[in-house]
């Protein structure tokens, strides 16, 4: 007697290695800032059909405009938090918003999309076997009693603060990755990133360069928030690009760190901003929010050994990139 089900379809991976097919990527949260960026990046190789899945909560159209209508690109506006259904060979999951303003706005909505969203994905992953990799932050540092902070530090965190929604989210969201790979054999890859800065960030997102560029722009005070000295450790997004296309084609399933080492002072930065874009601007001192870390800086050692992979624009290269950006958002034309 014959069996009545059908034979088993060939998994997407297999069926696009035999047949030497597109690999097809899904990027989640590929409207937003460090995804849109990504998926440029994704785009320039032919072989790439790119998916790109987001809510638009802090992601635009406008990031991805040059690809609509690109035979091998895809726009879905779907939420993370439900289950979704494509076949796909990897998976870069960024979907989350990453700017406190926005993260504690809706604070169980982000825990939802940390922990939900993450699930979901990696459900996929499983059911695809899709490889999956996750951007994770430096914030799973917490306020850092090591300095700069390596990989094998577990981090200092407060579990229930303001911005635990997102910290402890991204904690949890690390360990499920772990544990689908660990009991389903997944394979993931986990990127911790620290402070990412380029063109298309939020302009009023609240976050420290963008806010100082606007600023500057505007000729408005530079809001420093107190102490100043507290210190974080910027990444130019083309950088940031490189190191997570390392990691997604590297054998390692990390977490690596992916940061740019050059650490600086608030102030530090507000005078940066102030030579390199406008000597005229005042710098104003501002009440801070709470938890505010007071150092961040990451030790890349991981990323060098293992990726091959270290930053290459520093700080006084890459604040100038951003400003033809900035005006035309803002409109502002060049004095
Ligand atoms: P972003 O806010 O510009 O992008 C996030 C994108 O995710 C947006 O397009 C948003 O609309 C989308 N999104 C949010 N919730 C969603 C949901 N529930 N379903 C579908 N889409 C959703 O932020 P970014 O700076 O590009 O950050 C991207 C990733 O990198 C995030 O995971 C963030 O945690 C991580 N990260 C960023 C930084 C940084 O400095 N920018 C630092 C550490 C980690
Ligand atoms: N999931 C998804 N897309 C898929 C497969 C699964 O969104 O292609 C979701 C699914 O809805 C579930 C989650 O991923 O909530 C975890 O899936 P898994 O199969 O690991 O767990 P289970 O469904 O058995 O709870
Ligand atoms: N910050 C500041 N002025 C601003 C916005 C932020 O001095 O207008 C400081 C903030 O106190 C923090 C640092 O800049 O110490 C980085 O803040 P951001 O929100 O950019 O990123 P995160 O705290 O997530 O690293």
Same mark, same amino acid.
């Given at each position: /007697?014959? %069996?009545?089900?059908?034979?088993?379809?060939?998994?997407?991976?297999?069926?696009?290695?035999?047949?030497?097919?597109?690999?097809?990527?899904?990027?989640?949260?590929?409207?937003?800032?460090?995804?849109?960026?990504?998926?440029?990046? #994704?785009?320039?190789?032919?072989?790439?059909?790119?998916?790109?899945?987001?809510?638009?909560?802090?992601? %635009?159209?406008?990031?991805?405009?040059?690809?609509?209508?690109?035979?091998?690109?895809?726009?879905?506006?779907?939420?993370?938090? +439900?289950?979704?259904?494509?076949?796909?060979?990897?998976?870069?999951?960024?979907?989350?918003?990453?700017?406190?303003?926005?993260?504690?706005?809706?604070?169980?909505? *982000?825990?939802?999309?940390?922990?939900?969203?993450?699930?979901?994905? #990696?459900?996929?992953?499983? !059911?695809?076997?899709?490889?999956?990799?996750? =951007?994770? =932050?430096?914030?799973?540092?917490?306020?850092?009693?090591?300095?700069? +902070?390596?990989?094998?530090?577990?981090?200092?965190?407060?579990?229930?603060?303001?911005?635990?929604?997102?910290?402890?989210?991204?904690?949890?969201?690390?360990?499920?990755?772990?544990?689908?790979? !660990? /009991?389903?054999?997944?394979?993931?890859?986990?990127?911790?990133?620290?402070? =990412?800065?380029?063109?298309?960030?939020?302009?009023?997102?609240?976050?420290?360069?963008?806010?100082?560029?606007?600023?500057?722009?505007?000729?408005?005070?530079?809001?420093?928030? &107190?102490?100043?000295?507290? *210190?974080?450790?910027?990444?130019?997004?083309?950088?940031?690009?490189?190191?997570?296309?390392?990691?997604?084609?590297? /054998?390692?399933?990390?977490?690596?760190?992916?940061?740019?080492?050059?650490?600086? *002072?608030?102030?530090?930065?507000?005078?940066?901003?102030?030579?390199?874009?406008?000597? &005229?601007?005042?710098?104003?001192?501002?009440?801070?929010?709470?938890?505010?870390?007071? /150092?961040? &800086?990451?030790?890349?050692?991981?990323?060098?050994?293992?990726?091959?992979?270290?930053? +290459?624009?520093?700080?006084?290269?890459?604040?100038?990139?951003?400003?033809?950006?900035?005006?035309?958002?803002?409109?502002?034309?060049?004095?």
């Amino acid at each position: /007697q014959t %069996s009545s089900k059908p034979p088993p379809l060939p998994s997407p991976l297999r069926f696009s290695k035999f047949f030497q097919a597109n690999m097809r990527i899904l990027v989640t949260g590929g409207a937003g800032f460090i995804g849109s960026h990504l998926v440029d990046k #994704l785009m320039e190789n032919e072989k790439n059909e790119v998916i790109v899945v987001d809510n638009f909560f802090t992601g %635009s159209k406008d990031n991805l405009r040059k690809w609509i209508d690109h035979p091998r690109f895809e726009l879905i506006r779907h939420d993370v938090t +439900q289950p979704l259904l494509v076949e796909v060979d990897q998976i870069y999951h960024l979907a989350c918003p990453a700017s406190p303003i926005f993260y504690k706005y809706n604070p169980v909505k *982000t825990i939802k999309t940390n922990v939900i969203g993450t699930l979901n994905m #990696l459900g996929l992953a499983k !059911r695809v076997g899709a490889r999956i990799l996750l =951007t994770s =932050t430096s914030e799973v540092y917490g306020d850092p009693l090591t300095h700069p +902070q390596p990989e094998s530090y577990w981090g200092n965190v407060n579990p229930i603060g303001v911005r635990s929604c997102y910290d402890e989210g991204k904690r949890v969201a690390e360990t499920l990755m772990f544990d689908y790979h !660990r /009991q389903h054999g997944i394979e993931i890859r986990i990127a911790r990133i620290f402070n =990412t800065y380029g063109p298309r960030m939020n302009i009023d997102d609240g976050r420290v360069v963008s806010n100082f560029i606007a600023q500057a722009l505007r000729a408005e005070p530079l809001t420093v928030q &107190k102490p100043g000295s507290q *210190t974080r450790s910027f990444c130019y997004v083309s950088d940031m690009v490189n190191g997570l296309i390392r990691l997604m084609e590297g /054998q390692n399933t990390g977490p690596i760190n992916i940061g740019n080492p050059g650490e600086f *002072t608030m102030l530090e930065l507000a005078e940066t901003v102030k030579e390199l874009i406008n000597p &005229k601007v005042e710098v104003n001192m501002v009440e801070n929010t709470p938890d505010d870390p007071r /150092q961040r &800086k990451p030790d890349i050692t991981k990323a060098k050994e293992v990726l091959g992979w270290e930053p +290459q624009v520093t700080l006084r290269d890459g604040l100038p990139l951003m400003v033809e950006d900035f005006r035309s958002r803002l409109g502002i034309s060049k004095a």
